[in-house]
């Protein structure tokens, strides 16, 4: 992969997607497709007649391929060859589970450069980034692949020399279903505890962005796997309908809006499957006024800028107590106006291209209807046109920090899902905590103080499943992450996750006669 490498921005964005094309497109010129499905070892097409979806490079609003969605046939395909390739993985030793993963995450590693590239072309999220992505999808299957040798039950011993035991077994096929802002790395979060206990996956990526979910297959394939552990469907609605109903997929695991995890724990019911939900948030970031300010304005960027504001637990109500808030806002502002917007391919860029024009169309409304009830525009919230004119047609738009916010306003009630900050003040922290907990969501939340007894005094009140001390938006994979109340179900990440993909079975050994009533 050289030529992705070489010379200047534009070789190497012309490089970036021709590369991705070629994985993808569909060539006008000889009307020749590389299907975005992968089962039974290899990349599919769709059978049937479907109506092509197009794919577009957020940084310059070209279409970079097109997407044949699949039907019931195919996802009953896909469905099969999991099922086939569960029986086989699923009896091998947790040892020769884990020597596979661990040479997925090799390959992983050596073609790091690769495959954030192409998290770019597809997603719009800058180079830096993406890279991180990567590294967080290979740490991920690093980690569980330590783990798939660890899969033990427990021994009690019962009265008379009689005793039982309990076996860790896997579910079966699991579906997975990502979301568009972290194509690569959900697939990887998904993939590595259920390949570890065993099961096998069949992955829809969002349609927005399906290019990297096909690499990691054929990373999985190319490290040993055995055909069919890791497939790939490609679509929408239709498409996640199917493979959640699936009578033979054993679990279903979703990263997304609320509405859709809604639809989805009730498909799910119909077979009794358990889920996974990992659902929007609305997360409250306070900052008290023993904070360290240049760690706390940090803090704050971090919880609201990320992937162009673009990540379910981005803590976008930043409450700041009245004492330091002219200070706090002002240096926020002065740091935010600062971000560097642009080529997400430059090293120098902070804020790429959000992920589609209607996603940055609805973005940008929000921020008119924070002004219309009466927030502040303290910088930000317009439509940015890079100056290379290869971008003129990206989705870009300025950071936004809004000042002036009560709690009843849209931009602090309603997941915006990007770049727009709402700054709210507060005087005292019982105060700060009704209302910090003052909503039906609860990914995630954070706490910025010097006094130690205050920090965990509030988060132990905080009602949300990922809080954060002096800092916003680290997501170790050894630490469990995942939501309270409508953010979620279940948990991605740590050992816990383990329990999610596995189910106990008890065994009683009776080692004498037995004790009959009858």
């Known amino acids: 992969m050289l030529l992705l490498r070489r010379g200047t921005v534009s070789l190497r964005r012309s490089a970036a997607v021709s590369l991705a094309a070629a994985r993808c497109a569909s060539s006008g010129s000889v009307g020749v497709t590389v299907p975005l499905n992968f089962w039974d070892g290899e990349r599919r097409a769709s059978q049937g007649k479907h109506t092509r979806e197009s794919v577009y490079e957020p940084a310059t609003g070209r279409v970079l391929c097109h997407l044949e969605p699949c039907g019931a046939v195919d996802v009953d395909q896909a469905v099969k060859s999991a099922k086939l390739a569960f029986g086989h993985w699923s009896k091998m030793t947790g040892m020769d589970r884990a020597r596979i993963m661990i040479e997925a995450a090799h390959i992983i590693e050596s073609r790091r450069e690769e495959l954030a590239e192409m998290e770019v072309v597809n997603n719009g999220k800058s180079i830096t980034e993406a890279r991180l992505d990567v590294d967080s999808a290979r740490l991920c299957i690093e980690y569980y692949a330590g783990l798939a040798s660890t899969l033990a039950g427990q021994h009690v011993q019962l009265g008379g020399g009689s005793f039982a035991y309990t076996r860790r077994e896997p579910l079966g096929v699991c579906a997975g279903i990502g979301a568009w802002n972290y194509p690569f790395q959900i697939a990887a979060w998904k993939s590595a505890p259920a390949l570890a206990c065993g099961n096998s996956m069949v992955f829809k990526p969002s349609p927005v962005t399906p290019v990297t979910a096909v690499m990691l297959a054929e990373v999985y394939a190319k490290a040993g796997a055995p055909e069919g552990l890791f497939n790939v469907v490609q679509g929408s609605q239709e498409t996640g309908s199917f493979l959640c109903l699936h009578p033979d997929v054993a679990k279903v695991s979703f990263t997304g809006s609320v509405p859709t995890g809604k639809k989805i724990m009730e498909m799910a019911s119909k077979g009794v499957k358990p889920v996974t939900l990992e659902l929007g948030g609305k997360s409250p970031l306070i900052i ?231």
Not at 403 to 410: A, N, P, Q, S, V
Not at 490 to 511: A, D, P
């Open 288 to 518: 008290f006024p023993d904070s360290d300010l240049e760690n706390a304005v940090r803090g704050a960027l971090m919880a609201n800028f990320l992937s162009q504001g673009q990540v379910c637990s981005n803590g976008t109500r930043v409450f700041v107590h009245k004492d330091i808030l002219p200070e706090f806002v002002e240096e926020v502002v002065k740091r935010t106006k600062a971000i560097e917007i642009g080529d997400p391919l430059l090293e120098t860029t902070r804020m790429g291209a959000l992920v589609s024009r209607q996603h940055l169309e609805k973005v940008l409304s929000f921020v008119d209807q924070a002004k219309k009830e009466g927030a502040t525009l303290l910088c930000g919230g317009e439509v940015f046109v890079p100056s290379d004119p290869k971008l003129k047609g990206g989705y870009y738009m300025t950071p936004c920090v809004l000042g002036d916010c009560t709690d009843e306003m849209t931009c602090v009630k309603e997941e915006i899902f990007g770049p727009v900050m709402s700054v709210l003040s507060f005087e005292t922290e019982e105060e700060v905590l009704q209302r910090a907990n003052n909503t039906d969501l609860g990914l995630a939340a954070g706490v910025f103080t010097r006094d130690v007894m205050r920090a965990h005094r509030v988060v132990e009140h905080l009602k949300a499943g990922s809080c954060f001390i002096n800092n916003y938006n680290i997501t170790p994979v050894q630490v469990p992450f995942g939501g309270f109340k409508m953010s979620g179900i279940g948990r991605e990440n740590g050992q816990v996750t383990i329990e999610f993909y596995s189910q106990l079975k008890s065994v009683f050994v009776e080692m004498g006669d037995v004790d009959s009533l009858f």
